[in-house]
């Protein structure tokens, strides 16, 4: 009787043990991703991340065109890609909606291998993106360029007038004509989804009293 006690505070210890190791191991794995992705870049996107919230806080918002690639990065810096890869693009300014002159054209930067912004690769020549860039000085210039941390240009699909991808909390696409209301007035989304969420918890409240009084 004691040695099947003995034996099964054993098996037990050995479990807690095991367990005990297996939490250690994790919260080590978890540590180490979260300091490798801020040694790459020191920054995270935000749980409500989205471009319509980008685009409402920031100071630069258009719809441009892309005109040209302008330099390219050198080989040291082209990190295993084996196309050429573009360092600044030039832009024209189709629709201003917040800082810009339609009409001009900018230029953008994009990364190096070591400055938290997007190649920019992933333009494409004579596409139209909605962008919402930061603004500074380079050699003298008004540039822009974009941060990897946030969604701050989309692609749009010119013949439909729609723009693709992280647009708002619940929308993966909408209208430039949505877009524009939006970044005037707020997004709805959000409101929206509440306004179901407290209609959805009031009716259950209301049965579950209901339910009660019959009780």
């Not at 040695?3 to 919260?27: F, H, P, Q």
């Not at 890869?85 to 230029?107: A, D, L």
């Not at 992280?166 to 949505?178: E, G, H, P, Q």
């Amino acid at each position: 009787m004691q040695g099947d006690l003995r034996a099964s505070n054993c098996l037990l210890y050995i479990c807690e043990t095991m367990a005990i190791k297996k939490i250690l191991l994790l919260v080590v794995q978890i540590f180490l991703c979260t300091c490798t992705h801020l040694y790459a870049c020191s920054c995270s996107s935000a749980w409500n991340d989205t471009f319509l919230r980008t685009a409402r806080s920031n100071e630069y918002v258009a719809l441009v065109k892309v005109l040209s690639f302008d330099a390219f990065l050198n080989d040291e810096f082209k990190r295993g890609h084996e196309e050429k890869i573009p360092y600044s693009m030039t832009v024209e300014v189709i629709r201003n909606y917040k800082g810009f002159t339609e009409g001009e054209k900018i230029i953008i930067y994009g990364d190096n291998g070591i400055l938290c912004r997007p190649y920019l690769n992933v333009f494409e020549l004579d596409a139209y993106y909605l962008i919402a860039p930061i603004q500074y000085e380079y050699e003298g210039e008004q540039s822009f360029s974009f941060f990897i941390c946030r969604t701050d240009y989309l692609k749009v699909n010119k013949s439909s007038n729609t723009v693709v991808g992280n647009y708002s909390f619940l929308r993966n696409s909408a209208s430039l004509a949505t877009f524009n209301w939006q970044i005037k007035y707020g997004p709805w989304d959000v409101e929206f989804l509440i306004l179901v969420l407290l209609l959805i918890i009031g009716i259950y409240v209301i049965k579950r009293r209901k339910a009660q009084k019959l009780i």
